[in-house]
Structures are given as C-alpha cells and as structure tokens.
C-alpha cells in the first residue's frame, strides 16, 4: 500500500482492514490524528484526503487513493494560531480533527457565516465544549 | 512553620474530618481587581502543542515492545464466576499473558453488572487480545439482578443506612403554611464521555513501575496503585502532562490501570490497557439517576418555610453518594428542612463523580420546584429567591457570598422577559427562565509547589499537579508571573510527573485553583524573597526598598532599575529554589461558590423540540484569574448541562441490564449547533477569608442550574412543568399534554362554580 | 481478508461491496457483516447529477450542494448524518443502510439478526416504529430515503430497474432482510420523474448530526403529492395521506412519534401549497 501523507510518500505493508487512523498513527507516528470513538461519531480522526474532510478511523486505509493532510500537514496554518487566540482548546483531544474540518471549510469558502460553520463543523464533538471559541477562530482566522 | 490541625476536607461535596499538617499561609492577598497578569485574558501555555497535536496524551504513548491488553467484562448483570480457563485463549498467535479474577486488583468472580470487569489478556496486537477474550472458556453462575431503584429501595437493598437531616419542626411549618407545592423529579443517567478514553500504560523498569495513564490525581493513582499491588509508593511514577478530558470520572486508578501493571509485570514487557468507547459508555463510571419528591411551603407574603425531600440516589453496583438535598438544605434561609436519600444499590454500571454530582441532580428539581411556589404565589420567581436569601450556612457563616449581587446583575437579563415572550409565534413559544446555583470549590490542604530561577531570570513552576484541559497551568504561571513581578512569557509550568514535582491535590471538585495557586503564590513569594536579598547585597540597599517590577528591580527611589536576568546572569549555574505550601481553609466558616443562570428557551408546542437560545450565566467564585479561561469554563459546563438536560441519556436493557447506548449515535452529546448565546460575567471579588489568593474553584458551578433554568424558561414559554430529564420531545410533549389538561379541568371548575 | 478494485461491471462476482464504508466498515469490525473479500465499487458505480438522474456514486456532500437536484433530496442530504460522513457516504450506500436500533447493533439476537423476539418492542424502543412493528419495531434511518420515496424515484442496478419502494420489503418470519437485494445486486443510479416542489422536514434531538427520529418528505408532481417518511418504520414508509397516520400502531413509548409525525406531515403540505 502506498500513502501520499502531508506530501510524503510511504510504502505500507498492512493486513485489509486495517483502518487509515491505525496506520497514519501506530506506523507512521502521526499521532495528531486522535481515536476518540473508532467507528465514525465523533470527528476526532478527521484527515483530508484530497481536500475532503472524512473519518480516518472508518476509512480502510487500502481503499484511499488521494493525498492525505493531516494536522501535522497543517501546523503552519493560519487557523492555529486562530484556535490558540481564541482559546479553542481545552483538553485538546478533539482540536487536532477540529483544525482539520476547519481548514476545509475556509479552503472552500475563507468567510463562512456562522450558519456555515455549524453546519461544517457538527460532526466534530468536543465534551469540553469549547464550540463558542471554535467558532470565534474561524470567524477570525485570518487576523 | 508546620502547623497540624483538625480539620473538616472537602472533596466533590463529599467531607471527612482529617488532620492536616499546614503551613501558614502569611501573604497579604493582592487587591481586588485585575493586576499586572493575574486578572487579564491571558492565552494558554500549552495551547500551541494542543491544537498542533504535539500533545502527547496517554493515548499516543507507545513504548518498545508494548503490548495491548483487553478486558472481559461480564455479559451478566449479576453473576459468579465458577471456572475460567484461558488455555485456548493462550494458544492463540501472539497472545502472551492473561489474569482472571483475584490475579489483578479490579478484577473479581463476582460481577455486579453487566460490564463489570473480570479478566484481561495482553497480546502483541489489540486485535489479538479481543480475539483472545473471545477464547476465553467461562462458565458463569447467575445471580438475581436488581435494575430498578424504586424496588431495590423497597427490598432494602441500600449502600449504607439512609441518610437523613432535619432542622426545625417540618411537620408543623407545613401545617402552618399559606401554600405547599410538591412535584416529583426523575434525573437520568449521564455518561461523562471524556474523548480520550480511560486508558493506562505501564511499565516496569527494576523494582520501579512506570504508570502512563489519563487522569485528574497522580498522586492518588500512584498511591491506590502502590497500596493494591504492596509496593512502597515511592516505587510508582505516575505520569500525565496531557490528558483528554474527565469530568470527575478519572479521580482513581481503575481496573484497566492495575491489569496494564501486572500484566507488564507478568510479561516483562510495557502494556497499554485502553478501554473503547463502548466500554467507556459502561464501565467508566456515570452520573447517577435519582427520583426526588419534594415539598416546599410558603407563607403568603413568599417567605418559604418549611422545604422537604424524599431522594433515591440509584447508584449502581458501586460509587458514592452524593448530597442531591444539598442546595434544598443551604441554598434557601429556611428553619425547616427534612430530608431523607435513600442509596439503592442496584446491578448496573457504578456511579463516578461527574462535574457536581449530586448538587446539578438536586438543583434541578429544587429550582423548578421553587418556580412552581412563585407561580402558586403569584409572585417574580427572582423577588421570590431574594427574599429567602441565605446569610449562613446554619448558623455557619459563610466566608464570602456574592450571591445578590449575581442576582442583581441577572436583573437585566431577567427583564427581557417581556420581550422574549412577545416573540412567541403559533408554534413556537418563548419564555425565560432562571436557576440559582450552589456548590463548593474553595479547595483545601495539602498542596505544594516549587519555583525554579535561572540565571537567564526566567521562572519554572514545578507542581505535581495535573492540568485535564481546564487551563489550570496557565492559571499558574499567571499567579507565578504576578508574584514575582514578571511577564506571563518568563514563566514555564512542570507538571503531571509525581517523580518530579511536590504533591498536588486532585483536579476535581473545583479545587485546582483554589487548592494548589496559593502554594504557588507562596513558592513564588518565596523565591522573590531570596532574589531581593541577594540584590540588597549586592546593591547594598536594604531589602524592604527593593521589589520585582516589570521583570526588573526597582528601588523604590528609582535610583536602581536592573533587568531580572541581567542581575541573575551572576547565578551562572546556580539557582534560586522556592518552596511554597497551600495553608488552611478559614475555620468556622462555609467556603462555597454561588451563580445564577437566566435561560432563554423556545419550544415548538407541535413537535415538542426545545431549543435554548440564550443563557446569562452569572458567577461569584471569588477572584478570577484568567478572564478568558473562566469563560471557557462556563461556556463549556453550560454546554455540557444543555447535553445534560436535552439530548443525553444513557439506556439500559430492562431484562438484561446491558447498556444500550454505548455508541456516540446513540448517546447524543451537544455539537457547535446546539449552543446557544452564552453571556458569561464575573463578580470577580476576592474572597478576603479564603488563602493568599481569595479564588474558588469554577469547573462544576456552570452545569449545576443549567437545567432547572432551561426548565423554567420552558414553563414560562408554555405553562408546561417539565419533571424529568432529559427532556426529550416525549417529556415535552406529555407535559404540554398535562398543562391543557389542567388548564381546561381549571376552566371546567370555573365553570362549576 | 482480500480487496478487489473492479474497474468494470463485468468483474463484480461476488464478495461485499463497499463504497464509502461509512456502514460497512464498523459493521465488518463488529462481525454483524462477514466478508472473506471486499470489492470497492467505487470504480463502477457512476457518480454525478446528470439531468433527472444520479449516479449512486454520488456522495450525500455532493447532493446537498447541488442545485440539479429536487429540494427534498438536498435538504435531506443535508440533515443526514455529519459533515464527513456526508463526504464519505453514496447515495446508493445511504439507501442500503441498516437500523440504528440498538437491540440490533450490539447484536441482540433479535428478529431482524434471525432470532425469536423483538427485544425492542418489550424493551426499549422509544426511538423505534409506530408503523409496520408487529414482528420487528426497528426504525429505518435514511433520510434520503424517504425523500426518494416521495419524489417517486427509480433505481436501476446492474441486474433490472425497479420503483424504490419495490427495493424495500418488511422483514417476516420466512426472510429477515429489508431490502430485496439479491447477491451480486449492486445500485447503479437513481431516476427522478418531474416533480413541482418538494420539502423535507426533519425532527431530531441535536440540531445536526442524528438520525430522523421523524423524516418527513413531500412531494408534488402533476401525479399528485406523495409523502415519505423516516425513522417510523422498518423500510421507508409511503402515506397515502396525513390521514393515514389515524392508523399508526404505536408501542408504549412512540406514541409521541405520531404526534411528531402529524405536525410534520402538515407542516410539510402547507410548505408544498406556499411553493406553488
């Protein structure tokens, strides 16, 4: 199997069935992408494959065709800083799959309302409830 | 000095009386009001690493050679094990160790739910170890399973003797009063689902045992942990710099944690045991369901004089009981109260502490019922709480209380009312709604820290504390950064390692702050004493001339002005050491925190769907030490209490007594979209009894009125009384049903008359 | 476990098909679905709108923003499921779904899974059917669904085309399934006949991301106006009218899902008048 990840090449040797989040985190060592729920409810394992948002934990990593962004793909985005200036982060277990549904969203549309937002970003559950400040850092992401 | 005392410690509520070694605590509190760092937004130190997912949680431990075990649980809701044999489980390919029921601390032959842990397996894979457990050859001995409460309370079937109090003559004031309401209030069951699961991974290293795990208190892991398995506490290292969430369910070790160390010790290798997220929807403790019958009476002119409860706490297999009567008992001035709770001890899942228990379950039905009395009195249900204010705790005065003035600051968002209302369509009906809250939070003793100088003059607070996400360790370096005088950005926070920090209290129970920041005040006093003395030498100024200003020393006729690091560059490889120690809470006096929440709710009368649509939650915790953060807090507990009072529920197969919600479809957490408006202030005023510092804790006191607050804005929307939680579109709809039903039986007597 | 990629229909034989694996893949994890191969159909499913008919292939992302298609359809794409999951899921898998019940899903051996009882029905199962519950009370979840149902959709597979409410069958005693699938049978496309306005209303317990504890869908054509719903029944479930709901057969605990229905249904039929 090979995985085009945050614009690196790997060459994967693991049995079908093995889930994209196993691999990215236990054979690559990018442990940002978190497992929260392991069957596709909670958005923690969010990555990107070609730009698209989706549930790495549920996605057979055989199956994947496009590039992979992670959250380590994403470290120098605008958005970090964002989610830290607007204290968006409690715990942080969520944030890393947070960032990463945000960052699609303003690829696609860089003014979302606040409609926008929740809509892009209810599949991503935080327990802490940090969503008012989630939605303050991308409301403002590029200040 | 070393002071030891008797004293009554607090924790979730829950009080022992104890002897406590405390230091005294001499500081002066700064004034009140925001000062140099303590007081302002500040972001927080380990933010950056958090949204990068730099973090290592317990969860992205992985250590050479690890194994992964898994734990069979019971498929019983009561049942004995009579043999197990874990040959063939053995056999399988990578399967390298497995512990039944008395090998590992947690796991036992008697299973008093279904769930409850009985054996674990490590393998060189996770799936390897379910696979294993699936070979586990069991053979089990049913025993008679207790689900329901109501009849475990009847059969007496109890943890412990039912609790009971009483001050004044209830009888005889209910007798006397002009008007007495009563209502019955059920309280689910709530799953606190933190998003890291309970996990642990544990590693021997010669006699020393490493314990990875997710936790609120590393000092009481390493101590269950030490005590469980006979070895010296100084053996056990238990880290946690970062975790994901607990809520009051990760203040112990757990069976996951002990089956990871021996386990590891049994196959000399490092074993991770992390529970999934279905068995954290079982096993990882809960909010327990209560039944409250309440009574409360009242003279005509609205002073409440008697209040009464009949509680049932329906704990489960295990866990402790909460004070669901608590705020009936303090939060009101009433000389007659009488209440009794009852503890069923049933065959489900036992209870864990989650964020106020008991007061957030007890608040809810005294708060709505307290509504319920304003409306029989005709009177404003915020006139109606201020004429009962409390000025003592029974006689116990209180250390500090705001509470009026939350209310007086409630008044503006409480006379929206009118317009709210006006808003009201056919379909939807709008209306407002408030609770008041009580709870504790002032923290106690023990807790130390230390401060760490350099020559470079920037500052390292050391503290064997953990921070679960509230922001605790920026919450430090700001009391450090103010203290000594110097920027939020010279300050570093070493923390969540009991091999390298003094002990630290338990992050629960509102008590971080108030526990461990005045230690660190006094480690940072005690560290700027040593620096003014050095430079009173080497300047040869006396030292009560000298303090630490904007980073430098300053003289106090401005003659000398030096930058901390320029003067410390001298230090080359020495450093300068404080120590400090949390001292006493104030004696004779009742530390608690106070607030009030006014909700703004809709409700579609059609289809039952409510929704919140503003909340002003107003607290009075003490000082406040990072704006920002608090906010966060009370953003967080208000969202977490709409879960509680709208969507969550944990569901139980009746027959089996199987949980049936274990997935995150099932039980519905709030997302972005549910959350409301939240308006969040402050009455920010130290609490001159209370440390050096004069701050309560603020975790739990937003989820505690919450729901009553939710569920009065739906009765003045609608008329309907909600009594039980959640409230779902079929608790809605059955009390809209119950409030025409009344209104047309009122008309039908009107008319008979 | 093997993964086949076909590139065309003339290599399908056999194994589990899978597209987005949204349904799938925790069902392969929690062995309720067994497969010794998987075939990713994604290579010969066609995806996209083109004109009144859609590709099965087409994620729940891609219909909720595409404006060639009916109102119900996009509305109840955009209600379902979460944002990923949406991104992830086809239209074809969507149909395809199985009940949320819990009973079900942690494999209670129950009618649907072949057994004796509907543990729901004496247990808990205030999320379940108020129609068609008598031998299972499970509730279909697709909010798509019953928005195809009322847009009167075909489907056409690799084997025949069909009406979507002949794609679905009560569970009985002689066969458990819900859908009349046969093995090999793989959606290929969906078609929509011309219709004037349609809704989709939606009752869940969260804003976003649940399953339909009521979907109503509606629909007006120069047939007449047809309405589906969601999550009352095993299979979608087709009204003659609002009347109909006079004959919903409650279980103790969903009786409130008809008064949910009701106001829904005439919701939805004022909603189709205000868009003539």
């Known amino acids: 199997m090979k995985l085009v990840v945050n614009g690196n090449e790997y060459v994967v040797d693991a049995p079908i069935g093995a889930s994209l989040a196993s691999i990215l985190r236990e054979r690559l060592g990018l442990t940002g992408t978190k497992i929260a729920c392991n069957e596709g409810h909670c958005g923690a394992c969010t990555v990107m494959v070609d730009g698209v948002p989706v549930l790495s934990c549920i996605t057979l990593a055989h199956t994947v065709e496009g590039e992979i962004t992670t959250i380590e793909g994403l470290r120098e985005h605008r958005l970090v800083g964002a989610f830290v200036k607007a204290d968006a982060v409690q715990c942080g277990f969520c944030t890393p799959g947070q960032v990463v549904s945000a960052a699609a969203l303003v690829a696609a549309n860089p003014d979302p309302t606040t409609e926008e937002i929740r809509h892009a970003m209810a599949g991503n559950i935080c327990r802490c409830g940090t969503y008012p400040k989630i939605e303050e850092a991308i409301l403002h992401w590029r200040d | 000095m070393a002071r030891l005392i008797r004293t009554e410690k607090e924790v979730e509520g829950n009080f022992e009386e104890v002897w406590l070694v405390v230091e005294e605590d001499p500081l002066e509190q700064w004034p009140g009001g925001p000062g140099d760092v303590v007081g302002r937004p500040a972001l927080r130190k380990d933010a950056l690493e958090r949204v990068r997912g730099e973090a290592r949680f317990t969860a992205d431990i992985q250590l050479p050679g690890m194994l992964h075990a898994a734990i069979l649980r019971s498929p019983h809701a009561h049942a004995r094990v009579k043999s197990i044999d874990f040959a063939a489980a053995l056999a399988l390919r990578g399967v390298r160790a497995a512990v039944g029921p008395g090998d590992a601390p947690g796991l036992e032959a008697e299973a008093g739910y279904a769930g409850a842990p009985v054996a674990a397996v490590a393998a060189e894979t996770l799936g390897q170890a379910h696979a294993a457990l699936e070979a586990i050859a069991i053979e089990w001995e049913k025993l008679e399973a207790v689900i329901d409460a109501e009849e475990a309370v009847e059969r007496g079937l109890l943890h412990g003797e039912p609790e009971r109090y009483e001050r004044g003559d209830f009888d005889r004031a209910i007798a006397g009063a002009d008007v007495v309401v009563e209502g019955t209030y059920r309280t689910q069951v709530v799953l606190h689902n933190s998003m890291e699961t309970h996990q642990s991974v544990c590693e021997w290293i010669g006699e020393r045992l490493d314990v990875y795990t997710s936790t609120q208190y590393v000092w009481g892991v390493r101590n269950e942990v030490a005590r469980e398995l006979g070895i010296a506490a100084d053996m056990v290292r238990v880290v946690c710099e970062y975790m994901g969430g607990g809520f009051g369910s990760k203040n112990s070790a757990g069976e996951y944690t002990f089956a990871a160390a021996v386990l590891a010790q049994r196959t000399g290798h490092p074993v991770r045991c992390a529970l999934t997220r279905r068995e954290e929807n079982v096993a990882a403790g809960n909010r327990n369901a209560t039944i409250q019958r309440l009574t409360a009476a009242a003279t005509r002119d609205g002073t409440i004089v008697a209040l009464g409860g009949e509680f049932v706490n329906a704990l489960g297999w295990g866990g402790w009981s909460a004070s669901t009567e608590g705020p009936l008992k303090i939060l009101y001035a009433c000389d007659n109260v009488r209440t009794t709770r009852h503890t069923a001890k049933i065959n489900t899942p036992p209870m864990k502490a989650f964020r106020a228990p008991g007061f957030v379950e007890g608040t809810f039905g005294l708060e709505c019922l307290i509504d319920e009395l304003a409306a029989k009195l005709d009177v404003d249900p915020l006139e109606l709480r201020r004429k009962n204010y409390a000025s003592s705790n029974d006689g116990t005065p209180f250390s500090s209380k705001n509470l009026a003035e939350c209310y007086e600051r409630a008044q503006k968002h409480w006379d929206r009312r009118h317009d709210v209302r006006a808003r009201s369509d056919a379909t939807w009906k709008r209306g407002v709604g408030m609770a008041s809250q009580i709870w504790y939070g002032g923290g106690g003793p023990p807790s130390y820290a230390w401060t760490r100088v350099g020559s470079d003059g920037r500052i390292t607070v050391v503290t064997a504390m953990q921070d679960i996400g509230t922001g605790t360790r920026t919450a430090m370096a700001q009391i450090a950064a103010e203290e000594l005088g110097v920027s939020l950005d010279r300050v570093e926070v070493s923390l969540g390692d009991t091999a390298r920090g003094p002990y630290a209290t338990l992050s629960a129970g509102s008590s971080t702050t108030p526990s461990i920041g005045p230690a660190v005040r006094a480690a940072a006093a005690d560290a700027k004493r040593q620096i003014i003395e050095i430079a009173a030498q080497r300047y040869d100024l006396e030292e009560r001339v000298l303090e630490i200003r904007d980073g430098r020393i300053v003289s106090h006729d401005g003659n000398l002005s030096v930058a901390l690091e320029e003067f410390l560059d001298m230090l080359g490889s020495a450093q300068i050491l404080g120590k400090g120690a949390r001292g006493p809470n104030p004696t004779g006096m009742s530390v608690l925190t106070f607030g009030v929440h006014v909700v703004e709710a809709a409700v579609d009368v059609e289809t039952g769907e409510v929704r919140v649509e503003r909340v002003a939650a107003i607290h009075d915790v003490g000082r406040i030490v990072n704006p920002l953060g608090a906010e966060s807090q009370v953003e967080g507990g208000v969202i977490q209490g709409i879960g509680h009072t709208l969507s969550e529920v944990r569901l139980l197969d009746a027959e089996t007594g199987r949980v049936l919600t274990t997935s995150l479809d099932a039980y519905r957490m709030p997302t972005i979209a549910d959350v409301p408006e939240i308006v969040c202030e402050f009455i920010d005023k130290p609490d001159e009894h209370l440390t050096n510092l004069g701050s309560k804790g603020l975790g739990e006191p937003p989820i505690v009125p919450i729901a009553a607050a939710i569920a009065n804005a739906i009765r003045d929307a609608t008329g309907a009384d909600v009594h039980e939680l959640p409230i779902s579109r079929e608790e809605m709809l059955r009390a809209l049903r119950e409030a025409d039903r009344r209104k047309s039986g009122a008309g039908l007597q009107s008319v008979a008359h | ?276």
């Open chain 3, 1 to 276: 476990m093997e993964l086949l990629r076909p590139s065309s229909l003339g290599e399908l034989d056999g194994g589990l098909f899978v597209h987005g694996g949204t349904e799938v893949v925790p069902l392969l994890r929690d062995g309720i679905l067994e497969a010794e191969t998987l075939v990713d159909v994604r290579g010969v499913v066609p995806s996209g709108v083109d004109g009144n008919r859609i590709g099965a292939g087409t994620t729940l992302a891609e219909l909720e923003a595409s404006s060639d298609v009916p109102a119900a359809l996009r509305e109840a794409c955009r209600l379902a499921a979460s944002p990923q999951l949406r991104n992830m899921g086809s239209l074809g898998g969507n149909l395809l779904q199985s009940t949320r019940c819990w009973y079900w899903r942690l494999k209670y051996p129950c009618r649907l899974h072949g057994g004796e009882r509907c543990h729901a029905a004496e247990g808990e199962h205030r999320e379940h059917a108020i129609f068609a519950n008598d031998f299972c009370a499970s509730a279909h979840p697709s909010d798509v669904a019953a928005a195809l149902l009322a847009l009167d959709a075909r489907v056409r597979t690799n084997r025949r085309e069909l009406g979507l409410a002949d794609l679905y069958r009560l569970p009985d005693e002689a066969d458990r399934r819900t859908t009349t699938l046969e093995p090999g049978e793989l959606i290929l496309e969906l078609e929509l006949p011309p219709v004037e306005a349609s809704v989709y209303l939606k009752a869940m317990d969260r804003k976003r991301w649940a399953f339909p504890q009521v979907g109503v869908a509606a629909a007006r054509s120069a047939a007449g106006t047809r309405i589906a719903l969601a999550g009352v029944a095993p299979i979608p479930w087709l009204l003659a009218g609002p009347e109909d709901l006079d004959a919903a057969t409650p279980l103790p605990r969903t009786a409130w899902k008809v008064d949910v229905a009701r106001a829904l249904v005439q919701r939805a039929l004022t909603d189709l008048t205000d868009l003539r």
